[in-house]
């Protein structure tokens, strides 16, 4: 008899241990999940940003105003701001333009420099592409958590990269004198 009572007492045990262990996993399991959209966000970011630096760096530029316009062109095709152009962002999971930071943080920059190899003086053009991307944070529970962590508590995790080319000049034997900032 007293077998029987013992097993009757331990039958609700599984249950309670389940039922404390249950919010754990789960927390656990949204982590994971909110993580992995981030990390796939940053991969797509990078991969936008090299892509952009690429497109950009085909078009020769050795003065200030074809930096200008240079970079113009690589701002749309970064965020696809033109209807008619190619938009590498939109391969970000999520991704929408309004969550891009634009004033300032997102920008086009191309500098002169002196080539290193050559007795003669020559020169070369860098150009740098560098986003700020603001990707939303989609499970609630781990929103609440890790939001603030990149300073703003917006239900949004600021993602970023930066990227640097040389430009495909042909050889130049001045010095452009180039520092020219695009904001996008």
Do not use: W
């Not at 029987?4 to 007492?9: A, P, Y």
């Not at 920008?107 to 990707?135: A, C, F, G, K, L």
């Not at 239900?155 to 040389?166: D, I, N, P, Y």
């Amino acid at each position: 008899m007293n077998k029987r009572i013992l097993s009757r007492d331990e039958r609700g045990q599984a249950l309670v241990e389940f039922a404390l262990i249950l919010p754990i996993a789960l927390l656990i399991l949204m982590g994971i999940i909110q993580f992995g959209l981030l990390f796939s966000g940053q991969i797509g970011v990078i991969n936008a940003v090299r892509e952009a630096t690429r497109y950009g760096s085909t078009s020769p530029v050795s003065d200030a105003s074809g930096a200008s316009g240079a970079g113009a062109k690589v701002c749309n095709y970064l965020l696809g701001t033109a209807s008619t152009t190619p938009n590498a962002m939109s391969r970000v999971p999520g991704y929408s333009l309004s969550n891009v930071k634009q004033s300032g943080a997102t920008y086009v920059t191309y500098e002169s420099y002196s080539d290193p190899h050559d007795s003669t003086p020559t020169y070369s053009v860098r150009m740098t592409v560098h986003i700020e991307y603001q990707h939303p944070l989609l499970i609630p529970i781990v929103s609440n958590i890790i939001d603030g962590l990149d300073g703003a508590s917006d239900s949004k995790f600021q993602l970023g990269a930066t990227e640097a080319m040389r430009v495909e000049n042909p050889l130049l034997t001045t010095n452009p004198s180039l520092s020219q900032t695009v904001n996008c």
